[in-house]
């Protein structure tokens, strides 16, 4: 498949985000084919470049690697005017920009959505924040265990009568500054092609997980509360949907939510007595899940694997990741090729039509930058002097 034949094909993006909500967002556009320029300033960049675990020292860290490929680089310093010049340039063949500051940042630099929008009607700006633009908080630093705790998703993730369980996996971050924004980026991208007009795409953190948190809202119109962490009923209330401890410390994950599955889970367990139980809560729930629990600790994960292996009621293994990434099925949809001399992960859907390729590893701090400029239609001369100005 060519450039030309990928579905982002022609959106050029300007991305201006660091560590891991926009450079995933920004990530799942590349692959799809637009052409994003990753821009970092001329002092520390992106910081990602050197956190955690590299290849070797003085290389871009892996954490880098793989949410950056297939963009381009360039270094620019916006605290210059002449770097807020060849900024507006190549924002006036843009159709995104996807900028990750505090709020204010961007228009006090010279480079936000009115500033860009004079040139460039069609332009859509998003803007990605723990809080949105507005509200008191909106100034207010954070992390994404912040954004979760504050929108009450933290306070629901553990075992009943223990504290919250930090997940490794960053649900605002990656739930909101990076599927939430690229949603709405492509949203606005369809609008302006129809209309000619952008938008302006404001994307709070916590606003995305606040607002997929399905099970709490539910529990509070149906109940006028949310039930203690662990005993709702898709995190621990009911038999046929939770964490069961074997033999050896590891877990089996059963899902047994429909009476059909639940049924079959019974006959495979020889507990057909169970069979009216999978929905219960109150004593006939604790009295069912401390049956299962005992039953699960007489044998080891491996047991109760080859179990369910044939028998269709969704039961698994809990998987340590290392398992995880030896998975028949996963390696089957190809979700962990290697890509610049290391593992990374394929993209996160499959389309008909489109090849997942890698166009470009991750940039080397302004490997593009002279490339990119001549395109904007810089000469050589002019680069040179940018570069003498440190402004690249």
């Known amino acids: 498949m060519t450039e030309s034949q990928l579905p982002l094909a022609g959106i050029k ?17 590349a692959d799809l084919g637009a052409a994003v320029i990753k821009i970092e300033d001329t002092g520390a960049g992106d910081y990602a470049r050197t956190m955690g675990l ?39 063949e843009a159709d995104v920009i996807v900028e990750s500051f505090r709020p204010g940042v961007v228009h006090k630099l010279g480079v936000g959505y009115a500033a860009v ?16 633009q507005d509200g008191p908080w909106r100034d207010r630093a954070g992390h994404d ?37 690229a949603m709405g980026i492509l949203a606005a991208v369809i609008g302006a092609k129809a209309t000619g007009e952008g938008r302006y795409v404001d994307v709070a953190m916590t606003d995305a997980s606040f607002a997929h948190a399905y099970s709490p809202l539910l529990s509070v119109l149906g109940r006028g509360q949310t039930l203690p962490r662990g005993t709702d009923d898709l995190n ?16 089996l994950a059963v899902g047994a939510l429909e009476p059909k599955f639940w049924h079959l889970f019974c006959d495979a367990l020889g507990k057909p007595a169970l069979k009216p139980f999978g929905l219960a809560r109150d004593a006939d729930g604790a009295r069912t899940r401390a049956e299962l629990e ?12 080859a179990l369910f292996e044939n028998v269709d009621c969704g039961v698994t293994p809990v998987l340590k990741f290392a398992e995880a990434m030896q998975h028949p099925q996963l390696k089957a ?27 470009n590893p991750s940039p080397k701090v302004g490997a593009d930058g002279t490339a990119l400029l001549r395109e904007a239609g ?7 002097a940018l570069r003498i100005q440190r402004v690249i």
């Open 333 to 359: 949809r190809g979700m962990l090729p290697e890509v610049d001399g290391l593992r990374q992960f394929a993209p996160p859907l499959k389309m008909s039509g489109l090849d997942f390729a890698v166009r």
């Open 294 to 305: 005992a039953l699960f600790a007489s044998q080891p994960l491996s047991h109760w694997a």
């Open 117 to 132: 929008k004079a040139i460039n009607q069609r332009i859509v700006y998003c803007a990605i924040t723990g809080y949105g």
């Open 236 to 251: 621990g209330g009911l038999p046929g949907y939770g964490l069961y401890r074997t033999e050896d410390g590891r877990y």
């Open 13 to 29: 993006i300007l991305d201006l985000t660091r560590l891991l909500p926009g450079p995933v967002c920004t990530l799942h556009l």
């Open 145 to 181: 265990l912040n954004y979760i705790a504050t929108s009450g998703v933290l306070d629901q993730i553990g075992n009943a009568g223990g504290p919250p369980a930090i997940p490794n996996l960053q649900i605002g971050d990656l739930l909101g500054g990076a599927l939430t924004a």
């Open 54 to 92: 590299g290849a070797a020292p003085g290389e871009d860290s892996f954490f880098f690697r793989i949410v950056n490929r297939n963009k381009r680089g360039l270094r620019l310093d916006l605290k210059q005017p002449a770097g807020v010049e060849v900024f507006l340039r190549l924002a006036r």
């Open 378 to 384: 810089y000469a050589d001369v002019e680069i040179d």
